[in-house]
Each structure stands twice: as C-alpha cells, then as structure tokens.
C-alpha cells in the first residue's frame, strides 16, 4: 500500500475529489486513512486528508506526501464514510464534511514565508534585502508587509532569487508540562540520601520528598512543595537520580468548580412509562427514533440521565445535544453532577485549546458522554449506545454554512450505524418530528405533567394598541407595570424578555418615515448606542446617525423601537428603585461573564432580569414569579413560513421559566396582534391545537412537513446577469422534476441584495423527486466550474433560513 487517496484543503469544485500521492518509504505503514498529511499541490505545502490506501494508481507520475500531521487517525473509519454520506446529502465539498467533524484547532493554518530560491545567495539580492535573509532564514510575510519591502520581493521573486513557500502550522498545541519522576528504587533513593553532602540540604530534601511519595510530580509543584529551585532538581536529574519528562495536560475549563454529585431520581410512573421503550431498544441493540414530547419541568432530563446510566453500564457511549443558548452552566451541572469526569463538554465559551482538549478525550475514550451544541454530534467514540437531542424544534441545530446539515438528521445516520435509540425531547416539537410522530416514524413518549404537579403558571396577553389607545405610550403596559411592582414589593424575581430578532432598533424618521437602511444590503441598520453608530448586520457597513433627514430634512429622526438598553433606560425612569441585570450580546461578550450574571440573579443580586433569546432557556430559579414579554409579534412578521411556529415555541418557552418550584408563576405576553393563533395558544400553552392548525396552513401552502424544500439562491453584482441566470436554472429544475413538484422563481430574495451582490432565489417544493438531488447537483457543478462569470450559486437543502 505505497498510495494514499487525498482530499486537499482547496475547497473549489475542480479540486472536489481524491488525489493519489505517493507514500514515501519512511511513512510507510505509519500513514493511515483519516490521518491528515502534509502535501504538495501545485506550488504549495497544504493539508489533506487521507481518505483510503492502494497499492497502486492509473497515473504514472506521482507527487510524494511530505509528512503526516498526526500519529492516529483523527477520523475513524465510521466518520470517514459520514464525510461522504454528507457530501452527497447537503451538496458540500468533501474537504467542507471532513473539516467540520473536526474541532477548529485541528482545521489547517498556513503561514507564507520567503525564502532565498535554490541556487540564488544572499549576494544576488540588492542590499536593502540583505538582512532579512541572512543564515538563511524564512522571511514571514507579515514581517515583509510590516517593513514595506514587499515591491522588492515581487521583483527578486521575478528575477527567480526568492520564492514564497507555504507552510502548514498547527493552530493549537498540546500543552506539554514538566513532571518529575525518580529514576532509581525507592531503597535506592533513601540510600542515595546519605551519600548527599549537608551542605546540599536542599537536595536532600527533594529526595526525601519522593521516598514520602514515590510517584511522578509537577515540576512546578515540586518547587513550590519542598520551596527549592528548579536548579535543584536539575542537580538530581544529572545525578540520574530523577528523571525529567513532559506530559501531555488538559486544559480545563472546569477546574475551579466542583459539581455536586447527584444519585438517580425514583422514577414517576408518567417517566416509568415513558424511558421504557428506550431501554429496550437499548438492551436489544436497535435503532429506533423517540419523541420524547413533555412540557418544560417534567423531567426530560432525568430520562436523558437515566438512560445514559444504562448506556455507560454496557460499556457505550452517549452523545447529548443541547442548544448553544441553552448550554447553561446549570445544565452542564446536571451531567457533570451525575457522571463527573466521564463527561466532555463542547460549546463555543471554550477556547480553541479548550475545546481540542476535550475533544481529544472523546477520542482517547477517557470519557463516556459528550454533551454539547450541534458539532458535538460528530463526537468521535466508536460505540455509541444513544444519541439525545434535548429541545429538538431549535433551528440552531441547522447548520447555515457548508456544509448545511441538520444535526438530527446526522445523528439518525449515525445510530443506523451503531444500532443505537436516538431520542429527541421538546416541550414544543417542531411540526417534522410531531408528524413523524402521528405517522409511527418516530415513536411518540409523553410527559404531560409537570413535576409535583405544579400547574404551568396563567398567561395573560395584553393588546398593545389599546394600551396606546388610552394613551399609554410606554412600552409597559399597566398590568405588567403593575405586576413588576408588586413583585419588587414582595421581594421576587421578574424576567423581562425582548424578542430582539425582526427590526427592533432602526433609525426612523418620526415625520415622513424614512428609514435609514444599508447601502450595500437593502436592510435597515441596526442603532448602537455607544458612538451613536448605524451598523449593517449582513456586510458590516458602518455610519452615524444622520443630523437631519435625507429626505424631508426633519430633525425628527431618531432611533426606534426597543433595545433592550432603551428597555433598561425606561425601567430606571418608572421603576428607579429596581436593580436589573441586562443580558444580551453586549453585555455577555466577555468569556464567563454569561454565567456570572446569572449567578448574581440567582443569588439575589436583581429583582429584574433583562434579556433577549438567550435568557428564554434553561433558567431555572425558584423565586422567578412573572415573565413579561415585552413584544410578542416582532418575530412574527419576518419572512419566514416557520414564523408562526417560532413565535409559538418561543412564547411557550418563555412561559415555561415562571413558577417552576414553590411559589405560582404568572406570564404577561404584550402585543399588537393578540389575536394570531400562535400568540392565542401560546397563551393557553395548547401545542396540540397549535399543531392542527398550523398542519392546515402547511398543508394548503405545500409547505413542509408535507413537503420538502430545497432552496438555490443565485446571486451577482449585475441585476441582470443574476436575473437570467435564475431564469435558467428555474427551467432546467422545472423540466427534471415531476408534476408533482412546484418550482417557484424566479424571485427576490428576502434580502434583496448583500455586500453589494443582489440575489434571486427558485424555492422547489416537492413530495417524491428520487432525482432531485443529482439535478441539483449538476447546476452546482455547471456554475461552481465557471469562475469566471462571477455568479454564484448556492443549495440549501431543507433550508430554515429563507433569506
Ligand atoms: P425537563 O428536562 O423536562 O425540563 P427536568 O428533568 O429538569 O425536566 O425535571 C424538572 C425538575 O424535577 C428538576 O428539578 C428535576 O430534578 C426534578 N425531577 C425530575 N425527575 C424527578 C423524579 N423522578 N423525582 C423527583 N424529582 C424529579
Ligand atoms: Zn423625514
Ligand atoms: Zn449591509
């Protein structure tokens, strides 16, 4: 097997396949597919991945691997086969579905150097280069751009005295630390005491450290423990009595906090009922997919637990899923506190090293669960005994760049593979998983009580318009303004939510209307207080607030709606006496400091919780009694066919963090729009009257879950050129597919235009099309082959963003 099969970290179409490479004799053996190496491509160093050996290859000529990154595979054999299988199912570039089953320390950074050409000296270069070549070193390129010699370079690059190398870095080391073993018997060590002269004490004392604890030690720990030197111990090493050694350590996100251990909960009989047919699929080895349908707080979780317990005693492993926003410290907790260190914890607060580090105890199985957002799925254990996808209808477990997978779809792959239950829990499942469901796809378990019976908390929703109506123009209506009183006088806590996706801070002129929007995006921009700034979300365009309108000159002009620091400002007007906690990106930027602010609400340091999306999960504190949601309707004008079931779920969600323990909760939802349907039985907490009426809408607008959707978005800086270019995939697509199927387009997207770009879309929706895929397939490849025309084409299959 002297050929290894690469795919090379070029993601371009033409490169989208394996290429053959030589093994050189020395990397014999030791290459193995799932290993990424070092490889010649063109006129660079660059990464690859080896994905099979062979013993032989059709083309004659072969360039030689360079050098493996690794020691072992960092892909097994199954996720191998998973790159191929979400190649195929999400149009992506095999390079894309290798790199994300990777964490990001292990995806390739290069580093461009200069070096002096083959058979060029350092006197061939004029004298202004001279220095930066000497002994032949490596010029860094950021070194060449800071020193403005640049020009220079490309003209001796010219004349063929230098040239510019590529060299592949890893991003993130091991961390390595000094340890300190003896080298002889512990008989020998205390022998070797005496022999030390009194004068050298200190080495004395190194030495009786270790006849005390005959073990390996931190260097580090060593100096501080006997309070001597490390020149000291150096002395012991080259009297070959200890020896010095570096170990690979775990950073560790976790090292100042103890989890409490907690035991497995008496099951009730609702859950009795419910975990039963997982631990049959379980102890019969079978894929099976659950539904695990339960209102918040009526202990999902435990069965998660409960079920992994059976898992880790047969000697498998569990995946966990939780969405990003909800991957709470207190969540963590729960996991940590039952299985301590046989869990790893994936999510974006670790930094790069962090998240390397626990990702390398999967894969050295020094764990048994992996709990984490949506890449967790790609946990790299080989014996997976159950997969669980906690608040399963989040839209956060779709990705939104290649490669565009939906994480449960990789973990139904996954199982099929393992034979393993995947179990997806909601209190609001979206409407797939529900018809599923109803269908026997999935199996259907249910938890329709809460846990002590506590009654889900009264929801009462207030119309806005008639608020301002009797002339209350605040964005508190009377009854919450009301309730947060009483709620201060009585010492509880309130949560205030702002639903902050849809337009909720623009710059609007109070006079004629005029909205400040995006050159480059046609959106409006997003108001920052701080500098008073307009920010563009989608290209990053930047501007202040204009004096005066452009259009009618009116001084009115001024930012609208409600951020939640305007909500903050208000609150110190109406209610000074109250101290509020604001959590949003602003204020959670910092790396803990999402957890240290709920710390402080938890230990009573607010009345008032602030907050946007991210404050609508996992909470769980016993003295929350009121939720106001200040704007239920803004998400509900996007453009969006899920709009109405994110409102819902979301709304639910919200509802469910009152009244969780002891005390009653109550729920204030505000509005303009009381009377839409997801609002309505969001308000009555009735999911099973949501889903029938939503299946209707779904069903008469061929939406899914009665169909399927792929969206293409087509975009360019022509109109024109984007315009004709949709026309023409919308025919081709419209004669490859049956009648069945409906092709919509050309149209605008909802974003008309990003980055100086417009963009058109064609939206199919189609039932049965055994085709599809290869049709869409081929207008990837027609347009991803022609560069040159600027246009690109993008698929998204199964989409959730329809913009
Ligand atoms: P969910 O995941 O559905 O929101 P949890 O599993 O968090 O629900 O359960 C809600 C609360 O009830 C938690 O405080 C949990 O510890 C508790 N709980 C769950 N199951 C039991 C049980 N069998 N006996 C006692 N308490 C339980
Ligand atoms: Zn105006
Ligand atoms: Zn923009």
Known sequence: MQIASVIVDVPTKQTDRAFDYFIPEQWRGVIQPGMR?????????????????????????????????????????????????????????????????????????????????????????????????????????????????????????????????????????????????????????????????????????????????????????????????????????????????????????????????????????????????????????????????????????????????????????????????????????????RFGDLVAVLHSGLSAGEKYDEWRKIQRKEVKVAVGARSAIFAPFENIGIMIIDEEHETSYKQEEMPRYHARDVAIERAINHNCPVVLGSATPSLESFARAQKKVYQLLT????????????????????????????????????????????????????????????????????????????????????????????????????????????????????????????????LPEARVIRMDVDTTGRKGSHERLLTDFKDGKADILLGTQMIAKGLDFPSITLVGVLSADTMLHLPDFRASEKTFQLLTQVSGRAGRHQLPGEVIIQTYTPEHYSIELAGHQDYDLFYQREMMIRKTHHYPPFYYLSLITVSHEQLFTVVSATEKIVSYVRSHVSNEAVVLGPAASPIPRINNRYRYQCLIKYKREPNIIKTLKTILDQYQKDTKSGLQVSIDVNPYILM
């Open 37 to 337: 190496v070092i490889i010649p491509f063109g006129p660079r160093n660059i990464q690859g991945f080896v994905i099979g050996l062979k013993a032989e290859s059709e083309l004659k000529k072969l360039r030689e691997i360079i050098a493996p990154m690794d020691l072992e595979p960092v892909l097994n054999k199954e996720l191998l086969e998973l790159g191929n299988w979400l190649t195929e199912s999400t149009l992506c570039f095999k390079i894309f579905a290798f790199q994300v089953m990777l964490p990001a320390a292990l995806k390739a950074k290069y580093e461009k150097k200069v070096k002096l050409a083959i058979g060029a000296a350092v006197a061939d270069l004029p004298k202004p280069l001279h220095a930066f070549f000497e002994n032949d070193v490596l010029l860094d390129w950021e070194d060449a751009l800071k020193s403005g010699i640049v020009p220079l370079l490309q003209k001796e690059a010219a004349n063929g005295h230098l040239e510019v190398i590529y060299m592949v870095k890893e991003r993130v080391k091991k961390k390595q630390q000094k340890y300190i073993r003896p080298a002889v018997t512990l008989a020998e060590l205390s022998e070797e005491i005496d022999r030390i002269p009194v004068k050298a004490e200190k080495q004395r004392q190194v030495l009786r450290y270790f006849t005390e604890n005959f073990n390996e030690v931190k260097l580090k720990k060593l100096v501080t423990d006997v309070n001597t030197s490390a020149s000291t111990v150096k002395a012991l090493v080259e009297k070959k009595l200890l020896v010095e050694f570096e170990m690979e350590v775990y950073r560790n996100p976790f090292e100042h906090r103890t989890f409490e251990r907690t035991k497995p909960l008496p099951l009730t009989e609702a859950q009795q009922t419910a975990i039963g047919p997982i631990l049959n699929a379980l102890e019969q080895n079978q894929h099976e997919v659950f539904l695990l349908y339960g209102v918040t707080g009526s202990g999902k979780t435990e069965i998660y637990l409960q079920s992994i317990q059976e898992v880790i005693e047969k000697g498998k492993e569990a995946i966990v899923l939780v969405p990003e926003i909800a991957l709470t410290p207190q969540m963590v907790n729960r996991f940590k506190g």
């Open 447 to 574: 938890l329709p009580n809460r846990m002590n019976k506590q009654s889900l908390p009264s929801v009462e929703i207030i119309d806005m318009r008639e608020e301002l109506r009797e002339g209350n123009r605040s964005m508190f209506s009377r009854k919450l303004f009301e309730m947060l009183k009483d709620r201060i006088e009585k010492r509880q806590q309130s949560v205030l939510f702002l639903n902050k996706r849809g337009h909720s801070s623009f710059v609007m002129c109070r006079d004629c209307g005029y909205v400040v929007n995006c050159p480059n995006c046609d959106i409006s921009l997003t108001y920052h207080r701080v500098n008073e700034q307009m920010k563009c979300h989608y290209c990053g365009y930047e501007s202040s607030v204009p004096k005066h309108c452009p259009e009618c000159n009116s001084e009115y002009i001024r930012y609208f709606g409600t951020g939640t620091q305007k909500v903050e400002e208000e609150l110190g007007k109406i």
